[in-house]
């Protein structure tokens, strides 16, 4: 069937590319506008089996595409970061094109101003010049041109951001930057016995709780944020830097892993409910290439995932999300009515593992850091680091109907992460179990494979 339709399909491009010439609104007329949309977080209404998502049309390959379902209508948006002003959108169609689309722009992603209109589409590549505003932009296909449906290697959205400059205020420049990078595509060769994981564990407790402090999103302002409850580095508050945090101590059992955790508290009624006991958080490799993994820079800080978060968001956030569960009662995408007795609350959540090599931070917290594309880094973030996953257990059952997060409903979970692993050790365990291809235990040990020994000695530390 998948070969029928590449069969239909590439007739069908043909067509479309010999005709894209007469839809192209313009030349690049204004090439010299910033390309805004690379790399941000994008979201669709469906996606093509799970090989085709959102992500994949601003990514900068043309060897990736995002593919919808195969009815009407159906739309990919891209969000901006900040508001900005639109002047040219980039369409670069597969065969399954749109006949019928609007390009719209949004200050808010919910309400929607139509900057270009078309019933008469014949797919291939289209440059649109528009004029427009927004922080959100998105293609809205009502009718499709074969078929199947809507596909696209890449939506780009050309003009000026009001977001500060790189290198201006909300940003802090990685010293020394990395650069010259270029995103890994191979495969590694198969192994005896086979490679199966890539990854170690920190077991992190619980090291301050129910303190309204943010240090990456609201730096230096004491009580300007929603109940956090902090993991790691025992020191963590709204005045931390990377040298105060370096000085402080670790609820972690590595001792090198003085790392900032956080994330909202969970609340049942008005009373905060901890998780108990050392958490899991995995490292691993978020690309395929698992060899090309590095170390992630001290300081790298990030956000991941958004308290103001729509349930749609959350569902289909870039990376892996399982939501909610509790007993059975598994992917729920808000608190799960009841939980049985005894049982506990998880979810697990994965954060972006591509950098741009350029910035530790960025004023979004977001835009430095990206997802990988069917497992290879898009060329605007072509780092691959440790792709940081949290696995929490909250201790609360039965009723759930009183349970909340200090940042509102379920699916505005999100969590921080604040980069402060000591740099040999950190080095030692992505080295030994991520390129190394184990499942490792924080001492970087892998039960099934013993002969491989450790990273680290019985406490935790590298061999003197």
Same mark, same amino acid.
């Given at each position: 069937?998948?070969?029928?339709?590449?069969?239909?399909?590439?007739?069908?491009?043909?067509?479309?590319?010999?005709?894209?010439?007469?839809?192209?609104?313009?030349?690049?007329?204004?090439?010299?506008?910033?390309?805004?949309?690379?790399?941000?977080?994008?979201?669709?209404?469906?996606?093509?089996?799970?090989?085709?998502?959102?992500?994949?049309?601003?990514?900068?390959?043309?060897?990736?595409?995002?593919?919808?379902?195969?009815?009407?209508?159906?739309?990919?948006?891209?969000?901006?970061?900040?508001?900005?002003?639109?002047?040219?959108?980039?369409?670069?169609?597969?065969?399954?094109?749109?006949?019928?689309?609007?390009?719209?722009?949004?200050?808010?992603?919910?309400?929607?101003?139509?900057?270009?209109?078309?019933?008469?589409?014949?797919?291939?590549?289209?440059?649109?010049?528009?004029?427009?505003?927004?922080?959100?932009?998105?293609?809205?296909?009502?009718?499709?041109?074969?078929?199947?449906?809507?596909?696209?290697?890449?939506?780009?959205?050309?003009?000026?951001?009001?977001?500060?400059?790189?290198?201006?205020?909300?940003?802090?420049?990685?010293?020394?930057?990395?650069?010259?990078?270029?995103?890994?595509?191979?495969?590694?060769?198969?192994?005896?016995?086979?490679?199966?994981?890539?990854?170690?564990?920190?077991? #992190?407790?619980?090291?301050?709780?129910?303190?309204?402090?943010?240090?990456?999103?609201?730096?230096?302002?004491?009580?300007?944020?929603?109940?956090?409850?902090?993991?790691?580095?025992?020191?963590?508050?709204?005045?931390?830097?990377?040298?105060?945090?370096?000085?402080?101590?670790?609820?972690?059992?590595?001792?090198?892993?003085?790392?900032?955790?956080?994330?909202?508290?969970?609340?049942?009624?008005?009373?905060?409910?901890?998780?108990?006991?050392?958490?899991?958080?995995?490292?691993?490799?978020?690309?395929?290439?698992?060899?090309?993994?590095?170390?992630?820079?001290?300081?790298?800080?990030?956000?991941?995932?958004?308290?103001?978060?729509?349930?749609?968001?959350?569902?289909?956030?870039?990376?892996?999300?399982?939501?909610?569960?509790?007993?059975?009662?598994?992917?729920?995408?808000?608190?799960?009515?009841?939980?049985?007795?005894?049982?506990?609350?998880?979810?697990?959540?994965?954060?972006?593992? #591509?950098?741009?090599?350029?910035?530790?931070?960025?004023?979004?917290?977001?835009?430095?850091?990206?997802?990988?594309?069917?497992?290879?880094?898009?060329?605007?973030?072509?780092?691959?680091?440790?792709?940081?996953?949290?696995?929490?257990?909250?201790?609360?059952?039965?009723?759930?109907?009183?349970?909340?997060?200090?940042?509102?409903?379920?699916?505005?979970?999100?969590?921080?992460?604040?980069?402060?692993?000591?740099?040999?050790?950190?080095?030692?365990?992505?080295?030994? #179990?991520?390129?190394?291809?184990?499942? #490792?235990?924080?001492?970087?040990?892998?039960?099934?494979?013993?002969?491989?020994?450790?990273?680290?000695?019985?406490?935790?530390?590298?061999?003197?």
């Amino acid at each position: 069937m998948r070969t029928a339709r590449r069969r239909l399909l590439a007739a069908c491009a043909t067509v479309a590319l010999s005709g894209a010439a007469l839809l192209v609104a313009g030349p690049d007329a204004h090439a010299a506008d910033t390309l805004l949309s690379q790399g941000r977080p994008a979201l669709a209404s469906s996606q093509e089996n799970g090989g085709a998502p959102a992500a994949a049309a601003v990514d900068g390959r043309t060897d990736t595409r995002w593919g919808s379902a195969w009815s009407d209508p159906q739309w990919l948006r891209v969000d901006l970061g900040a508001t900005a002003t639109i002047t040219q959108v980039a369409l670069r169609w597969e065969a399954a094109y749109a006949r019928a689309y609007q390009i719209q722009t949004s200050a808010d992603g919910a309400n929607w101003t139509t900057v270009y209109s078309t019933t008469t589409g014949a797919g291939g590549n289209q440059t649109l010049s528009v004029s427009g505003t927004g922080r959100y932009v998105r293609m809205y296909g009502t009718q499709r041109g074969t078929g199947y449906g809507y596909s696209l290697y890449e939506f780009q959205v050309y003009g000026t951001s009001s977001a500060t400059p790189p290198g201006g205020a909300g940003y802090v420049l990685a010293n020394p930057p990395v650069t010259g990078v270029v995103p890994s595509t191979q495969v590694p060769p198969a192994t005896n016995p086979p490679t199966t994981h890539h990854e170690f564990q920190m077991n #992190c407790s619980v090291s301050r709780s129910n303190l309204p402090d943010d240090p990456i999103v609201f730096p230096n302002l004491p009580g300007a944020s929603h109940s956090h409850t902090f993991m790691g580095n025992t020191t963590t508050n709204a005045a931390s830097t990377l040298g105060s945090l370096q000085a402080g101590g670790t609820s972690c059992i590595t001792p090198g892993d003085k790392t900032g955790y956080w994330m909202p508290t969970l609340l049942n009624g008005d009373t905060a409910v901890q998780p108990v006991g050392r958490q899991v958080i995995y490292y691993k490799a978020g690309v395929i290439d698992y060899r090309s993994v590095r170390p992630s820079p001290p300081g790298l800080r990030y956000l991941v995932g958004s308290p103001s978060a729509t349930l749609d968001e959350f569902r289909n956030a870039p990376g892996a999300v399982e939501g909610w569960e509790c007993g059975d009662s598994s992917f729920n995408w808000d608190f799960p009515a009841n939980c049985p007795a005894g049982t506990q609350l998880n979810i697990r959540m994965q954060a972006p593992s #591509c950098w741009n090599g350029l910035h530790l931070d960025s004023p979004d917290h977001k835009s430095h850091m990206a997802y990988p594309v069917l497992g290879i880094c898009p060329n605007s973030h072509p780092v691959a680091v440790p792709m940081i996953e949290f696995k929490m257990a909250f201790p609360v059952s039965g009723d759930m109907r009183n349970v909340r997060l200090s940042s509102g409903r379920g699916y505005s979970f999100h969590y921080d992460f604040y980069n402060v692993f000591d740099p040999p050790t950190l080095a030692a365990l992505v080295s030994h #179990c991520i390129n190394g291809g184990l499942q #490792c235990d924080p001492r970087g040990f892998d039960l099934y494979k013993p002969n491989r020994g450790a990273a680290l000695n019985e406490n935790y530390e590298l061999p003197r």
